[in-house]
């Protein structure tokens, strides 16, 4: 298990990726958050097994209806996780 940090760039605020990602990483029991930055794009921590990985990754690729995803920076994240499921920050 890691905790992975990604920076997604795109047409992805104003667009209900952050609901969406969301409500698809809380069904999957995934634990982490997603939240805006004052750029445009949107960071997400996520707490993922190794075999989750690239379907997280599709997950934030597909984002919502409305989005527009043109690219997933990936990196491991040294910030712990304690959370408890899902979160959208603001």
Excluded: W
């Amino acid at each position: 298990m890691e905790t992975y940090q990604f920076t997604i760039t795109g047409k992805v605020q104003n667009v209900f990726y952050r609901k969406t990602i969301q409500q698809m990483a809380a069904f999957g029991h995934i634990q982490g958050y997603v939240k805006n930055l004052s750029d445009g794009t949107v960071k997400v921590v996520a707490f993922l097994y190794d075999d989750q990985l690239e379907d997280f990754k599709t997950l934030l690729k597909n984002g919502s209806p409305l989005s527009e995803v043109t690219d997933i920076h990936q990196e491991i994240s040294k910030e712990e996780m304690l959370y408890d499921g899902f979160e959208i920050r603001y």
